[in-house]
């Protein structure tokens, strides 16, 4: 490659136009954010649980930020970027779930962000696009403990198996 710029695209200074796997990691992305946000709406609309609410809420606020952040990565370059699906979602609100399920499968979801997060992140030759990724990263690791912690408020997370503590154990 001749040119040397190509991790280039710093917080500051010029920016290269996004390589093809960033695009793609960026779109992939997208469309998590874009279907968790109208999963969430869907959710809020059936539960009564205050707490669960705020949550719900408080992930919706995540999706629609980082909708946001990766959007004008495209939209800089003059790239499209997936369309929000928000206006699928019925005015019902019957309550279908549990909110021990709602509850669970958002932070499940938000888990497998972290992931998604952290690929496109390594596949990443832009600073600028590593920063935002880190910033996504830190606000759904937050985002799932506040979920984790309102699960064992209520009694709703059981402790999953552990690996056994030798030095515990009486080995004679």
């Known amino acids: 490659m001749k040119n040397k710029s190509f ?15 960033e695009v793609a990691h960026i779109f992939d992305n997208l469309n998590n954010d874009v279907t968790s946000k109208a999963l969430i709406i869907g959710f809020y609309q059936g539960t009564q649980d205050k707490k669960v609410k705020e949550f719900l809420e408080r992930g919706k606020n995540i999706n629609k930020k980082h909708i946001e952040l990766l959007t004008n990565i495209l939209n ?16 019902s609100t019957t309550k279908v779930f549990s909110d021990k399920i709602m509850l669970a499968h958002k932070i499940d979801m938000f888990s497998m962000k972290i992931r998604s997060y952290g690929k496109g992140s390594s596949l990443n ?27 064992i408020q209520n009694d709703w997370m059981e402790q999953p198996p552990m690996a056994p503590n030798r030095e515990d154990l009486d080995l004679g």
């Open 7 to 21: 991790s280039s695209g710093g917080i500051l200074g010029k920016k290269r136009p996004p390589h093809a796997l």
């Open 125 to 151: 030759g832009r600073t600028d696009i590593g920063a935002i990724y880190a910033r996504c990263i830190a606000d759904v690791s937050l985002y799932i403990k506040s979920g984790a912690d309102i699960m």
């Open 76 to 91: 800089d370059s003059d790239l499209p970027a997936p369309t929000l699906i928000d206006h699928l979602v019925t005015d």
